[in-house]
């Protein structure tokens, strides 16, 4: 893998992918959602932990949503998978697949 040196904040993924950023969120909570070395972890001085991604992560997670939405039954599915907060998934349904 090469060498990270440029990461991205979710606010600024969620707007380059044009997606909702508590489904994002949701998704990279678990490291083994994408693969290892694409979602970074920082710990801050306000006791928070921060979730950056890398520009290949990015790309990653633009496959993965693409392969997602396939269809409506696939879309729901990856929701119900990947996102606990049903209010998150009730608004990402409403707008439907891409």
């Given amino acids: 893998m090469p060498k990270v040196t440029h990461l991205y904040a979710l606010e600024r993924v969620a707007q380059m992918l044009g997606e909702d950023l508590e489904m994002l969120e949701a998704i990279v909570s ?15 001085a306000t006791d928070e932990n921060t979730k950056l991604i890398t520009a290949h992560g990015i790309e990653e997670l ?30 990402v349904k409403e707008n439907g697949p891409r």
């Fill in 30 to 44: 678990n490291d083994d959602n994408l693969s290892y070395g694409n979602i970074i972890s920082v710990d801050t």
């Fill in 62 to 91: 633009r496959d993965m949503l693409s392969d997602a939405r396939r269809s409506s039954e696939h879309w729901h599915g990856f929701l119900e998978d990947f996102v606990n907060d049903p209010d998150v998934i009730a608004r």
